[in-house]
């Protein structure tokens, strides 16, 4: 049944997507101090096209009124989320996946097999727009993820990371409110660029264990502030 290759009656398609993190959540210990200097939550728009078996995924610039506010603050955090020239290229036809990653002003190449999940499904289902999804979870040692994906829409595809399941993934909820990922717009039919869907290849080369122990590494180097995607850094005007 999760089988890619049975799953391509849909050729193509443009979906936005809404990531929101509550960045409380994740500072704790030293970070802790740092919490009443910025907001709890951030809120980053990222873009899924797909077409004929391959997909990119990749986040989009902030918006005017994100920029003017971040600029407008006395002292500033800057945060190391991904930027918006990171993407994940998939070709879902044949199990194949490569990350374009910025680290430390240096580019990765990050090939690979896509990242396979234990999915169980419960056999719970919601609403999600206008779309009936079914449930799947995922649970290890550090993360409890919660997908509501349709079967409507049969491509093997969803956010960020998350997919291999039998229709498009429209919500992910990791560790309960931690980071959610929502599809705000869905567009099957209408026209789209789609020269943007093509491998990466500009970049060091290395599988998704090397960049980990880069970053780590790294880490370590900065004293440890940092960690699970995120840097913080002040900043006066």
């Given amino acids: 049944m999760f089988a890619p290759t049975a799953l391509l009656a849909q050729e193509s398609g443009k979906i936005s997507y809404e990531m929101t993190m509550d960045i409380h959540r994740r ?70 996946r490569v990350e374009s990653r910025e680290f430390m002003d240096k580019k990765f190449l990050i090939k690979g097999e896509p990242e396979t999940f234990k999915w169980k499904l419960t056999g719970e289902t919601k609403q999600v727009g206008q779309y009936l999804c079914q449930q799947a979870t995922f649970q290890d040692s550090t993360v409890n993820v919660e997908a509501w994906f349709t079967m409507n829409i049969p491509v093997p595809l969803g956010p960020s990371r998350y997919g291999q399941l039998p229709g498009l ?69």
């Fill in 27 to 96: 500072m704790t210990g030293d970070r802790a101090q740092f919490k009443e200097m910025v907001p709890q939550y951030r809120t980053v728009k990222a873009e899924l096209l797909f077409m004929e078996g391959q997909a990119i995924y990749k986040n989009l610039p902030p918006d005017e009124a994100e920029v003017a506010e971040q600029a407008s603050s006395g002292r500033r955090m800057r945060f190391g989320f991904r930027n918006a020239d990171d993407v994940v290229w998939i070709d879902y036809k044949n199990n194949q």
């Fill in 169 to 237: 993934i429209l919500h992910i909820d990791v560790n309960e409110g931690e980071r959610t990922l929502t599809a705000t717009d869905i567009d099957l039919d209408g026209e789209f660029d789609t020269s943007a869907i093509k491998e990466p290849k500009k970049g060091k080369e290395v599988t998704q264990e090397e960049f980990r122990a880069i970053v780590q590494e790294k880490m370590k180097e900065m004293g440890g502030h940092g960690g699970r995607g995120m840097i913080i850094r002040t900043q006066r005007n």
